[in-house]
C-alpha cells in the first residue's frame, strides 16, 4: 500500500484526491473556474506511480516537490506558478499556527523548555510571560523574514547559536558600559523629564537606580556602572552636612569650633552622618535594583564596578567608603519573602585587584579583606587583576553584564574624536564607558569535531563554520545600521551612551572599535578530546585547543581588517544553549564518551566539571586560554564553605592578582523555606518523572517555591533554577579547593 508521511511524521494512505483537489485550486485561481482538464488527475497517477517505485512511502514535501517540477514541465507555468503561492501561503499559515501554540503553551504554563530557558526570569508572572510572547513573534519574523536560510538551518542543527533571536525583529543592541559620569554630571532625561545634576550622594543613588531600568529597557543584554561616578557625591553631600551640623553646633553652643577638640568632634557628627547617608544610598541601589522589573520581566542585569584606580585624592578615600558599604551591605544580602536574610542575583559586582589593595600593609586591604568574606558568603564580587590586565588590554576597565569585554580603545589615537558628543569628554583620554556590543553568534565547537574523520577534515569545516557566523554577525550590524536615536532617547541622546541629535542614525558608532561583534565559541574541551583523544589538561589536547582558539581569533582579525568592526572572540556563557547544544549533538552523532554523552557541553574553554584539578592549576592553565578570548571570558574554581577559612579565600585572590584577567569562587547560598535548612541543597533524580529535581537533605523539601537556592551558572548568579542539562552540570561540579 502506497503511503504518505506527514509533517508530523505521522504515515497516512495515499489519497490522490487530495493532490488533484489542490492542483485543481491552482487552477482555479489562474482561470476563475475549473475546466474540463485532465492535468491534475495525470500528475496524481505521475507521482503514485512514483512513491511505488520509491518503496511505497513518500513524504508530503516530496509530493508538494513532484506537483511543481509536472506543471512546470507542463504548458500552464501560470497554473504553476499559482500553485507556488498557494504552497507558501499554507506554509505560512503552518508556522503562523505553531508560533500561536507556542505562545499558548507559554501562557498555560506548559511549555517546561521556555520556562527553565533564564534562571533570572519567573516565567510564570504576567510581566516575564508578555516578553516571552513578544520574543515568540520576534523568533518567527527573524526565522521567516530577517535571516538567511542557511544560517536558521545551522541554529536549528545546533551547529551555530544565534544569540537573541526573541529581541532581533527590534533594532536593539546587546549590552554596554553606561557613560554614568555624563549622565550624573551633566544631566538626562528621562520620560521626557529633565533629570539635572544631583546635589547630593543619596540622589545620586536614587537617578543612578531609575537610569538603569531605563536603560535596561531598552535593550536585551547586561549593562555595567562603575562606582567612581557615583563617588565625587560624596564630597558634595559631606559639604552640605558640614553647614548644617555648623549650624547646629552654633545653635547649640553659641559659637562655632575654637579649637582642636571641637573641630574634631564637629567633624566626628560630619563624618557620621556622611556614612548614614551612604549606607541609605547604597541600600536604595541594591534594593531598587532588586525590587524593579523592566520591560522584559526580569531584574535589571546590572554590574557594579569597584576600582580604586579610577579615582584619586579624596575621591579615592570616598570612593573606599562606598565599597566598603556595597560589601557589607551584600554580605548581610536581602530578606526573602520569609524575612530570612538570603544571597541576592543582581547587583552583579566585580573588584579591581590593585596595587592598593593587595598587600597587608597597604592602604585598601581592608576592602580586600571584606570582599574574600562578601565571596565566601554571597558568592560575589568576581575579580578582575589590574596587573593582568594593564599587561594583556594596555587599560583597566569592567566588563559587560556577564563578562563580554569591549576592545581596547582605538578610536581615540586614530583622531576620530568625541563621536558619541558625550558630555564628560576628554581629547586624548581612552574612552570605555558609553560604549557596547552589537550581539553574538556562538559556533559550537563539538558539533565541529564530531562531524569530521581527521584532524585536515576539522580545519576545513571550522572554517566553513566560521564564514556562516561572519554572515550571521553581519546580519546583527545590518539590523543595526540606520537605527535612529529616537528607538532609545535614553541610550542614544541623553547620555546613556551618546548624545546624539533626534532623527540621527547610530552608524558611525558601529565602526571603528567604538562598539563590538562577538564571535562566540562553546565546548573547547569536548572538541579537543574528540578530535585529538587527549584532554585539554594534557599536553596534546592544550596545544591542540590554544591553536583553535588562534584560529577563532585569526578569522575576527581578518573581518575587522576587511570592515573596520571590531570582531572579537568571546567565551560565551551559554546557559540554556548548552542543553539545547548537547540535545543536537545526540541526535546527530549518538552518545559518545567524553564528547556528547552529557545533558551539557562545556561553556567556553573550562576544564570540564567533572576534572580533578586544583584551583591554582586551573587558573593558571585556563589564565593562558582566557588571554586568547580578548571579547570576553571568566574562569572559576569551585570551593567548599570557606566563611571559616578567609586567608585561604585571600590566597586564590592573590593568585587571580597575579595569573588571570578576570576570575571568581563558586560556593554555595541556600535555604529551605520548610524547615530553615541553610545549607546546600541537594540535585536529586526523581524516580517517577525521570527528571533532575532539588531536594533539602535536611526535610526533603522539593517545592522550588519553597525554596532560595544561587549557583553561579554562566558568570553570573541565577536563583530561578535551570534547565535539565544544567542541573546535571551543576550537580556534577567536583571542587577545586
Known amino acids: 500500500m502506497i503511503q504518505i508521511e506527514k509533517r508530523s511524521g505521522m504515515i497516512v494512505p495515499f489519497d490522490k484526491q487530495r493532490i488533484i483537489s489542490a492542483i485543481n485550486k491552482a487552477f482555479i485561481e489562474v482561470d476563475g473556474e475549473l475546466y474540463e482538464d485532465d492535468t491534475a488527475r495525470d500528475i496524481a497517477d505521475e507521482i503514485f506511480r512514483y512513491a511505488e517505485y520509491c518503496a511505497n512511502i513518500i513524504s508530503v514535501e516530496e509530493v508538494q516537490n ?7 514541465r507542463s504548458e500552464r507555468k501560470d497554473v504553476a506558478r499559482a500553485y507556488i503561492r498557494y504552497r507558501y501561503k499554507r506554509e505560512i499559515m503552518r508556522e ?37 510572547m513578544a520574543g515568540e513573534v520576534s523568533k518567527d519574523l527573524t526565522n521567516r523574514y530577517l535571516l538567511p536560510e542557511a544560517v536558521i538551518q545551522a541554529h536549528i542543527a545546533g551547529e551555530i547559536h544565534f544569540h537573541d533571536a526573541d529581541y532581533f525583529a527590534q533594532h536593539i543592541h546587546n549590552c554596554c558600559l553606561v557613560n554614568l559620569e555624563d549622565m550624573l554630571q551633566n544631566g538626562t532625561v528621562i520620560n521626557k523629564t ?88 547604597v541600600q536604595t541601589m541594591q534594593y531598587q535594583i532588586n525590587t524593579l522589573n523592566t520591560s522584559n520581566g526580569q531584574t535589571p542585569f546590572v554590574t557594579v564596578f569597584m576600582y580604586l584606580g579610577e579615582t584619586e585624592g579624596q575621591t579615592q578615600k570616598d570612593l573606599a567608603l562606598i565599597i566598603e558599604e556595597v560589601l557589607k551591605q551584600r554580605i548581610e544580602g536581602v530578606k526573602n519573602e520569609k524575612g530570612v536574610w538570603i544571597t541576592p542575583a543582581f547587583p552583579k559586582l566585580i573588584y579591581t585587584l590593585e596595587e592598593c589593595n593587595m598587600e597587608p600593609d597597604s592602604e585598601y586591604f581592608y576592602l580586600t579583606e571584606l570582599a574574600a568574606k562578601c565571596t565566601a558568603k554571597r558568592l560575589v564580587p568576581d575579580y578582575i587583576s589590574a596587573k593582568v590586565m594593564k599587561e594583556l588590554k594596555g587599560d583597566i576597565y569592567t566588563c559587560m553584564g556577564c563578562r563580554s569585554f569591549l576592545t581596547p580603545d582605538r578610536f581615540t589615537a586614530n583622531g576620530v574624536g568625541n563621536i558619541a558628543k558625550a558630555g564628560n569628554y576628554v581629547e586624548g583620554e581612552h574612552k570605555y564607558y558609553g ?42 550590524h545590518k539590523r543595526l545600521k540606520g537605527t535612529v536615536s529616537d528607538i532609545s532617547p535614553i541610550h542614544w541622546q541623553y547620555g546613556a551612551l551618546a548624545r546624539l541629535e533626534k532623527g540621527e542614525t547610530i552608524d558611525k558608532l558601529l565602526y571603528g572599535g567604538y562598539s563590538t561583534l562577538s564571535l562566540g565559541y562553546a565546548g573547547l574541551w569536548e572538541c579537543v578530546y574528540k578530535v585529538t583523544g587527549k584532554k585539554l589538561t594534557e599536553p596534546e589536547g592544550k596545544e591542540f585547543g590554544l591553536q583553535v582558539m588562534k584560529a577563532l581569533n585569526a578569522a575576527c582579525a581578518k573581518w575587522k581588517a576587511a570592515e573596520d568592526i571590531d570582531y572579537s572572540l568571546y567565551g ?50 585556563e589564565a593562558e586560554f582566557q588571554a586568547l578570548s580578548p571579547g570576553g571570558a571568566i574562569s572559576y574554581v569551585e570551593v567548599p564553605n570557606m566563611q571559616d577559612n578567609i586567608p585561604a579565600v585571600l590566597e586564590v585572590m592573590k593568585f587571580i592578582y597575579d595569573n588571570i584577567i578576570y576570575a571568581e569562587l563558586n560556593t554555595k547560598s541556600d535555604y529551605c523555606q520548610e ?12 524516580e517517577d518523572t525521570d527528571r533532575l529535581v532539588w531536594e533539602c537533605p535536611n526535610c526533603g523539601n522539593r517545592n522550588q517555591d519553597k525554596m532560595n537556592v544561587a549557583r553561579r551558572t554562566c558568570g553570573y ?3 530561578n533554577f535551570w534547565n535539565q542539562g544544567r542541573t546535571e552540570e551543576i550537580a556534577e561540579r567536583v571542587l577545586h579547593l
Open 66 to 72: 513532484q506537483v511543481e517540477e509536472y506543471l512546470m
Open 96 to 132: 503562523t499556527s505553531k508560533t500561536y501554540e507556542e505562545v499558548l503553551k507559554l501562557v498555560e504554563l506548559n511549555n517546561q523548555e521556555l520556562k527553565d530557558e533564564n534562571s533570572n526570569k519567573n516565567a510564570v508572572v504576567a510581566s516575564t510571560q508578555r516578553d516571552y
Open 194 to 281: 529633565l533629570i539635572e545634576k544631583p546635589h547630593s550622594f543619596s540622589t545620586a543613588c536614587t537617578i543612578a537606580t531609575q537610569i538603569m531600568a531605563v536603560v535596561a529597557s531598552g535593550q536585551y543584554g547586561g549593562q555595567s556602572i562603575s562606582l567612581s561616578h557615583l563617588a565625587p557625591f560624596v564630597d558634595i553631600s559631606r559639604e552640605k552636612i558640614k553647614e548644617q551640623v555648623l549650624n547646629e553646633y552654633i545653635e547649640f553652643t553659641g559659637h562655632e569650633p575654637r579649637n582642636e577638640a571641637d573641630y574634631d568632634e564637629y567633624m566626628y557628627i560630619v563624618e557620621s552622618r556622611l556614612k548614614n547617608e551612604i549606607k541609605d544610598g
Open 435 to 476: 560604549r557596547f556590543n552589537q550581539g553574538v553568534v556562538t559556533i559550537n565547537l563539538v558539533d565541529v569535531a564530531c562531524s569530521v574523520s581527521s584532524e585536515e577534515e576539522f580545519w576545513k569545516l571550522l572554517e566553513e563554520r566560521l564564514d556562516l557566523c561572519h554572515i550571521a554577525l553581519q546580519c546583527r
Open 572 to 621: 560565551t556563557p551559554i546557559e540554556s544553549t548548552t542543553y539545547k547544544f548537547a540535545q543536537c549533538l545526540q541526535n546527530k552523532f549518538g552518545k559518545i564518551p567524553g564528547v556528547t554523552d552529557k545533558g551539557y557541553i562545556t561553556n567556553s574553554y573550562h576544564v570540564h566539571v567533572t576534572e580533578p584539578i586544583d584551583a591554582f592549576n586551573k587558573i593558571a592553565l
Open 675 to 686: 524547615c530553615g535548612y541553610d545549607g546546600e541543597i541537594k540535585v536529586v533524580k526523581d
Open 717 to 719: 548568579i541565577g536563583s
